[in-house]
Structure formats: structure tokens, C-alpha cells
């Protein structure tokens, strides 16, 4: 069988994520936290590019995503799949919370937000919040 003949991929039965932080300890925190979670880590990216490449190549359910990042940054970032791919959810992950930055965020379709220094059950209570949004994981 070739894969051009094999069978589609079953969707996830758990809510698909894709991490982008330009920071690795970030991301591996990120990515530790949510291993013991519901979740399916499907990716990661360093930049607002490799984000954008990312989302169009994994179609995630829910991004996790910093605010400030090289090359393009997470607000352009959020407004782009907020266009592109209105099924993602955008968890923005920033350390500078402040009234300018929530509300563009929020203007530009943010779904949540985790403030750093975050803890775990501070990621999770976000994303359980958006995975409750997520029409196919809505009860």
C-alpha cells in the first residue's frame, strides 16, 4: 500500500496542541506540564514564522502561544490564525499581562491568556476553560 493509498489519520481523540515560545525552557515546561494531561502535544516552534508554518501543516485544536517572539510576533501571529484557521484556539503565554497587551490580544480573537511565571495548574485550568469551547470536545 502506498501512502497515497493508506487510509486518513483518524483525528486525535484528545485535544491537539501546538507550543510556540522562543524560549526552550518554555517550551519543554510547556510540553512536561501537559505529557500528564489530555492533551496531544503536535508540535512546537521557536518564531512567529515557524508558527504560521506549523499551524497550515498541523491544523492543531488549541495553540499556546508567546507574545513576544523574533521575526513576527504573537499578536500578528494570533491575528493571522485567527483569520486563517478560526478552528485553533490561541492560548496567549506572556510575562508583560498589561491592560494594552490583554485587550489587543483579546481584540484580535485570544482565547485565554497564562501569565509568566505560571504553574501547571495554572496552564491547565486555561486550556481546560478553551477546551470546553472546541466544538468537537463541547458537552
Known amino acids: ?60 485544536d488549541i495553540m499556546l502561544l508567546d507574545v513576544v517572539m523574533p521575526e513576527i510576533d504573537g499578536i500578528e501571529v494570533l491575528r493571522t490564525t485567527r483569520r486563517d484557521y478560526p478552528d485553533t484556539a490561541v492560548i496567549m503565554v506572556t510575562g508583560n499581562a498589561s491592560a494594552e497587551n490583554v485587550q489587543e490580544a483579546l481584540k484580535a480573537g485570544a482565547a485565554g491568556f497564562v501569565v509568566k511565571p505560571f504553574n501547571a495548574a495554572k496552564v491547565v485550568d486555561a486550556l481546560t476553560r478553551v477546551r470546553r469551547t472546541l466544538p468537537r470536545f463541547a458537552r
Open 1 to 60: 500500500m502506498t501512502a497515497a493509498e493508506a487510509p486518513p489519520t483518524p483525528p486525535s481523540e484528545l485535544p491537539t496542541v501546538l507550543i510556540v515560545d522562543d524560549n526552550e525552557i518554555m517550551r519543554s515546561l510547556l510540553r512536561a506540564i501537559l505529557r500528564s494531561e489530555p492533551y496531544e502535544v503536535v508540535g512546537e516552534a521557536r518564531d512567529g514564522a515557524s508558527a504560521l508554518e506549523a499551524v497550515e501543516r498541523l491544523t492543531p
